[in-house]
């Protein structure tokens, strides 16, 4: 009996057996739950304590008999902490400036401009702020702003409330510069010397030299007025850099570019103008008050300098046939012939032809080259050649009194022109530049050029395909592009019909490219872009930047450059940045702060280039009304 209940007590003892590993299966698996459960617990931040954190230990997952594998949860790769955002990264939004400001030219500001030399006209020269005294509000447009007139309407009206200034239609009512009527400034296209208009003025001229037959493509009017001259001789292909500072006469320079004509504020006193040597086809003065026979004769020198080899230098007004107009001049016939002979006495020496004087004009030719002109140096003397300068260089450049050399000529011929001969128009837009033909610009060959037009040809029919503005035809009229180059922006718009004006940045000193932009027949200006443009607030109906916040990164900060941007814009106006993408991120985040619309999308190559656009669009916004300030 005992031995038949040996087997029942085994298989009792085994029954238990298994109910124990049973229990501590389900033992070590509640423990394992309850482990989980409080690890859960503890990262959702509940188990968090104020101020440290707190862990519970819990005892090993493993099973019996089991070796737990040691793992580590150290991260593989490291990056470090991002840095802290900067100031214009936290910006929410930039407030908007006093309506005082709404005309604000930082450069030429009025105030800080009383406290330079009075002598030679110095304090009417670019003074911009310091870091600490510029504005960082947006420029806000005067109450009741519209967008500007079309062109070619716009040559001859514009809207009162966008320049609110009437002393011009008073100071010159009688020589037909500009006149109000209702709600609109209308421009007759008079002038001071061109009582008959400027249409009749230009065929006057055009009696005396060729302006049909493209030879002359670009022009510089000093002490410009409304611009008028510049603004018909554009229906003759020829495009004119007309200036004058901001001075008594208020918002003439204001009055051109609402007119939709190229100009810009600037003043012949102590400094280069801001343009390359060898630039303008012909230069024109119609009473612009500057004083062609003192100081040496420095101020035509400064002409001779940007004037091209061949190009004509037109003068009307005093002294020119003084023998008419002394009384009228209020002047005596003596003072009237000293400046006249004078005036004659610096172009001889200068090696300017006098071609004609007729009636109230007069016109002098530059010649083709400096062969002759420096075999009378021995006997004139005065000036002497420049020797040790450069002559494109004119970023805060003073003037001097001696004759920039034009470049050599090969051979003996008084008619070979020195620098290379240009191409007449339109056939001098895309022909190969002299500067670049020669190999006077390092690095840059005939096949860049060729593939920097192309190149352009393509960007800009990519950007009309995302701005339906700058596609509509009529939309834009006055355009900056910010980093011009070799002006390919500008040629692949060179059939609309805008005018655009081209920056070299003089930052960008490996290759000053001004001097090439011109010899295609286009034009353009030197700057800064941590200071202020010589411009009036809202010139410009489009911006066009291409790789500027990559130039100036390490130079001053981006909220300025865009609030400069801001300034120059008008209303509804647009802006196309090109840059790397951290770049354009950032600057995205400031234009959101000036409350400007905008998207960046891939480069025209694709979404593998880390060059990307980022086009943006100012909102229309003005002062409050008069009653409402």
């Given at each position: 009996?005992?031995?038949?209940?040996?087997?029942?007590?085994?298989?009792?003892?085994?029954?238990?057996?298994?109910?124990?590993?049973?229990?501590?299966?389900?033992?070590?698996?509640?423990?394992?739950?309850?482990?989980?459960?409080?690890?859960?617990?503890?990262?959702?931040?509940?188990?968090?304590?104020?101020?440290?954190?707190?862990?519970?230990?819990?005892?090993?997952?493993?099973?019996?008999?089991?070796?737990?594998?040691?793992?580590?949860?150290?991260?593989?790769?490291?990056?470090?902490?991002?840095?802290?955002?900067?100031?214009?990264?936290?910006?929410?939004?930039?407030?908007?400036?006093?309506?005082?400001?709404?005309?604000?030219?930082?450069?030429?500001?009025?105030?800080?401009?009383?406290?330079?030399?009075?002598?030679?006209?110095?304090?009417?020269?670019?003074?911009?702020?310091?870091?600490?005294?510029?504005?960082?509000?947006?420029?806000?447009?005067?109450?009741?702003?519209?967008?500007?007139?079309?062109?070619?309407?716009?040559?001859?009206?514009?809207?009162?409330?966008?320049?609110?200034?009437?002393?011009?239609?008073?100071?010159?009512?009688?020589?037909?510069?500009?006149?109000?009527?209702?709600?609109?400034?209308?421009?007759?296209?008079?002038?001071?010397?061109?009582?008959?208009?400027?249409?009749?003025?230009?065929?006057?001229?055009g009696r005396l030299i060729n302006l049909?037959?493209?030879?002359?493509?670009?022009?510089?009017?000093?002490?410009?007025?409304?611009?008028?001259?510049?603004?018909?001789?554009?229906?003759?292909?020829?495009?004119?850099?007309?200036?004058?500072?901001?001075?008594?006469?208020?918002?003439?320079?204001?009055?051109?570019?609402?007119?939709?004509?190229?100009?810009?504020?600037?003043?012949?006193?102590?400094?280069?103008?801001?343009?390359?040597?060898?630039?303008?086809?012909?230069?024109?003065?119609?009473?612009?008050?500057?004083?062609?026979?003192?100081?040496?004769?420095?101020?035509?020198?400064?002409?001779?300098?940007?004037?091209?080899?061949?190009?004509?230098?037109?003068?009307?007004?005093?002294?020119?046939?003084?023998?008419?107009?002394?009384?009228?001049?209020?002047?005596?016939?003596?003072?009237?012939?000293?400046?006249?002979?004078?005036?004659?006495?610096?172009?001889?020496?200068?090696?300017?032809?006098?071609?004609?004087?007729?009636?109230?004009?007069?016109?002098?030719?530059?010649?083709?080259?400096?062969?002759?002109?420096?075999?009378?140096?021995?006997?004139?003397?005065?000036?002497?050649?420049?020797?040790?300068?450069?002559?494109?260089?004119?970023?805060?450049?003073?003037?001097?009194?001696?004759?920039?050399?034009?470049?050599?000529?090969?051979?003996?011929?008084?008619?070979?022109?020195?620098?290379?001969?240009?191409?007449?128009?339109?056939?001098?837009?895309?022909?190969?530049?002299?500067?670049?033909?020669?190999?006077?610009?390092?690095?840059?060959?005939?096949?860049?050029?060729?593939?920097?037009?192309?190149?352009?040809?393509?960007?800009?029919?990519?950007?009309?395909?995302?701005?339906?503005?700058?596609?509509?035809?009529?939309?834009?009229?006055?355009?900056?592009?910010?980093?011009?180059?070799l002006g390919g922006f500008a040629s692949?718009?060179?059939?609309?019909?805008?005018?655009?004006?081209?920056?070299?940045?003089?930052?960008?000193?490996?290759?000053?490219?001004?001097?090439?932009?011109?010899?295609?027949?286009?034009?353009?200006?030197?700057?800064?872009?941590?200071?202020?443009?010589?411009?009036?607030?809202?010139?410009?109906?489009?911006?066009?930047?291409?790789?500027?916040?990559?130039?100036?990164?390490?130079?001053?900060?981006?909220?300025?450059?865009?609030?400069?941007?801001?300034?120059?814009?008008?209303?509804?106006?647009?802006?196309?940045?090109?840059?790397?993408?951290?770049?354009?991120?950032?600057?995205?985040?400031?234009?959101?702060?000036?409350?400007?619309?905008?998207?960046?999308?891939?480069?025209?190559?694709?979404?593998?280039?880390?060059?990307?656009?980022?086009?943006?669009?100012?909102?229309?916004?003005?002062?409050?009304?008069?009653?409402?300030?």
């Amino acid at each position: 009996m005992a031995n038949d209940r040996w087997p029942s007590k085994l298989s009792k003892l085994s029954v238990r057996a298994k109910h124990t590993n049973l229990y501590r299966g389900i033992l070590i698996a509640i423990l394992c739950t309850a482990s989980y459960l409080a690890g859960v617990w503890q990262h959702s931040g509940r188990g968090v304590s104020r101020g440290t954190l707190s862990v519970t230990s819990s005892p090993p997952c493993t099973f019996p008999h089991q070796t737990a594998p040691l793992l580590t949860f150290a991260s593989r790769h490291t990056i470090p902490d991002p840095p802290p955002l900067s100031t214009a990264e936290r910006v929410v939004q930039i407030p908007p400036c006093g309506v005082e400001f709404s005309e604000y030219t930082p450069c030429e500001f009025v105030n800080r401009a009383l406290s330079f030399p009075r002598t030679r006209l110095i304090y009417r020269e670019r003074h911009c702020p310091q870091k600490n005294e510029m504005l960082r509000c947006r420029i806000p447009a005067p109450f009741g702003y519209t967008i500007p007139f079309r062109w070619p309407e716009s040559r001859d009206v514009a809207w009162f409330a966008n320049v609110p200034h009437t002393e011009l239609t008073v100071e010159k009512k009688n020589q037909n510069w500009v006149r109000y009527e209702k709600d609109r400034f209308l421009f007759p296209g008079g002038g001071t010397m061109f009582p008959r208009g400027a249409d009749a003025y230009i065929d006057e001229i055009g009696r005396l030299i060729n302006l049909k037959d493209g030879s002359i493509r670009t022009a510089i009017d000093t002490g410009c007025g409304v611009a008028s001259f510049g603004a018909y001789l554009m229906s003759r292909n020829i495009v004119t850099m007309s200036f004058a500072p901001r001075d008594t006469h208020e918002a003439q320079v204001q009055f051109a570019l609402e007119r939709g004509v190229p100009a810009i504020l600037g003043v012949l006193a102590s400094i280069r103008l801001p343009f390359p040597a060898r630039a303008f086809d012909m230069a024109h003065c119609s009473r612009c008050l500057i004083p062609w026979d003192q100081y040496n004769g420095t101020y035509l020198i400064e002409v001779d300098r940007v004037l091209r080899p061949g190009g004509y230098w037109i003068l009307s007004g005093p002294p020119i046939n003084w023998q008419r107009h002394w009384k009228g001049w209020e002047r005596t016939r003596d003072d009237l012939n000293s400046e006249q002979s004078q005036i004659e006495k610096v172009a001889r020496s200068l090696c300017w032809k006098k071609l004609v004087q007729r009636d109230d004009l007069a016109v002098w030719q530059k010649p083709t080259n400096h062969i002759h002109c420096k075999r009378n140096r021995i006997a004139l003397k005065r000036p002497p050649f420049c020797h040790r300068t450069q002559p494109d260089q004119a970023w805060y450049t003073k003037l001097e009194e001696c004759l920039t050399p034009l470049p050599e000529v090969t051979g003996t011929e008084i008619k070979e022109v020195a620098g290379g001969k240009l191409a007449r128009w339109p056939e001098r837009l895309n022909a190969v530049p002299p500067r670049i033909m020669s190999g006077s610009l390092n690095g840059i060959t005939e096949d860049d050029f060729f593939r920097n037009t192309e190149t352009w040809q393509i960007r800009v029919s990519y950007y009309k395909s995302f701005d339906h503005q700058l596609a509509e035809t009529g939309r834009y009229r006055n355009i900056l592009d910010m980093n011009a180059y070799l002006g390919g922006f500008a040629s692949a718009l060179v059939d609309d019909p805008v005018w655009v004006m081209n920056v070299v940045p003089v930052e960008a000193n490996v290759n000053n490219t001004l001097g090439v932009i011109y010899e295609r027949g286009l034009i353009g200006t030197y700057q800064n872009w941590c200071e202020a443009m010589s411009t009036y607030p809202r010139t410009y109906d489009f911006v066009h930047a291409d790789s500027v916040f990559s130039l100036y990164k390490d130079r001053c900060d981006m909220e300025d450059i865009l609030l400069e941007m801001d300034r120059v814009l008008r209303p509804k106006g647009s802006v196309i940045i090109r840059d790397d993408i951290d770049l354009l991120t950032k600057v995205k985040k400031i234009a959101d702060a000036m409350q400007w619309e905008g998207r960046i999308v891939d480069h025209e190559d694709g979404p593998l280039e880390r060059e990307k656009i980022l086009f943006l669009v100012k909102n229309y916004w003005t002062a409050p009304a008069p009653d409402q300030s």
